[in-house]
């Protein structure tokens, strides 16, 4: 997968590419991350990219030329199927099934935006895929962008060393993930719980199983109230397999 960043700040990512899954997904060849810096498009002789907003009121706000410039740019250079991301705080939530969506995606453009947002015809015109990480507000979409990199690698088939560790993280298909234990066995008065060393496999399912399902209802029982596509698709493919299922 090819990943194209547009930022004013591109340094901010220098550190996040080389470190972690991020640096292994690259070295596998899994995918290719660049970051193209937003001031390279300006048609300003000092490279500005942003101007007062029409109707006054504070701050400033990007300009839809240099980022349109930008976009088509990369459309040209071979990112035409890619899927145009804008990150902005009014955009849907962030969430497993979207980065799950996204990491199916031919490549990603993540725009990252930064002072009080774009020109609202960078949405207009562009029609991008809009994604927030929460109801809050940081200074750009540099971090937002990151955090999306991140979610959205992992998810490439091929990064992970072993891939069916995704069937059991939080978000999941069983919702919030079940309580992990490792060495020593006794640690400040605290121990492993007993099945965990049992060796029998199926008690260790049971018990991982309620475990994550009491996690998940007493922390985030919106998880439980509206199954996940992951979820919905597991029950269909049990119920399929009972219809089928020659009688005894």
């Known amino acids: 997968m090819q990943i194209d960043i547009v930022t004013l700040f591109p340094g901010m990512f220098e550190g996040v590419l080389r470190e972690s899954m991020v640096r ?11 970051c193209h810096n937003l001031r390279d498009y300006s048609l300003d ?38 899927q145009l991301v804008l990150l902005t705080p009014q955009g849907e939530v962030l969430n497993q099934q979207v980065a799950r969506e996204l990491s199916q995606a031919p490549g990603l453009i993540l725009l990252c935006g930064h002072y009080e947002g774009f020109d609202e015809r ?57 309580p992990q234990y490792t ?31 009491a996690r998940t209802q007493a922390r985030r029982k919106d998880l439980l109230e509206t199954p996940a596509p992951g979820r919905r698709a597991a029950r269909a493919a049990s119920a399929r397999t009972r219809r089928t299922r020659p009688s005894p």
């Open 122 to 178: 960078v949405a207009e015109g562009l029609k991008p895929r809009e994604v927030s990480i929460g109801d809050y507000v940081l200074s750009g979409g540099e971090i937002p962008a990151m955090v999306v990199l991140d979610a959205v690698v992992r998810l490439i088939p091929g990064v992970l060393g072993d891939p069916a560790s995704l069937d059991e993280e939080s978000f999941g298909p069983g919702g919030l993930e079940y």
């Open 45 to 82: 002789k000092h490279r500005k990219v942003d101007t007062p907003p029409y109707g006054g009121g504070a701050g400033m706000v990007i300009q839809a030329e240099p980022v349109f410039r930008a976009v088509e740019d990369l459309r040209a250079r071979g990112r035409a199927e890619a």
């Open 183 to 213: 060495r020593p066995r006794e640690y400040r008065g605290m121990t492993v719980p007993d099945v965990l060393l049992s060796g029998n496999h199926a008690a260790i399912r049971r018990w991982r199983d309620e475990q994550a399902r």
């Open 24 to 34: 292994i997904a690259q070295e596998k060849g899994r995918v290719r991350i660049e």
